[in-house]
């Protein structure tokens, strides 16, 4: 079982930057895609960013140019650097882990953004 714990959300103001952290502990199988998905009130949940072992990325639309996805394999943690944040990118923030058998989330951090 894997247990996946966020860090990192609160508040900024529109234009700032925050930068979110997962850290995995438990049983976890060496190539896994780990990621963020995102879902604010009343809205489907949905993907931001993800990076595999060997670092390939994928990002929303929204995502791209404003956010980062990086992880350290060595400390089983994934970040996402968000910069230029919009009020439209207030959500809860999930934390993923993705293996070939398993599918693993975290409770979510909450990030708001004022205008």
Avoid: H
């Avoid at 140019?65 to 923030?93: C, E, H, W």
């Amino acid at each position: 079982q894997v247990q996946l714990v966020e860090s990192g959300g609160g508040l900024a103001q529109a234009g700032g930057s925050l930068r979110l952290s997962c850290q995995a502990s438990g049983s976890i199988f060496s190539a896994n895609v780990m990621g963020w998905y995102r879902q604010a009130p009343g809205k489907e949940r949905e993907l931001v960013a993800t990076i595999t072992t060997f670092g390939g990325t994928i990002y929303a639309t929204s995502a791209r140019g404003r956010f980062t996805i990086s992880r350290d394999n060595a400390k089983n943690t994934v970040y996402l650097q968000m910069n230029s944040l919009k009020p439209a990118d207030a959500s809860v923030y999930y934390c993923t882990l993705d293996t070939a058998t398993t599918d693993s989330w975290g409770q979510g951090t909450q990030v708001t953004v004022s205008s």
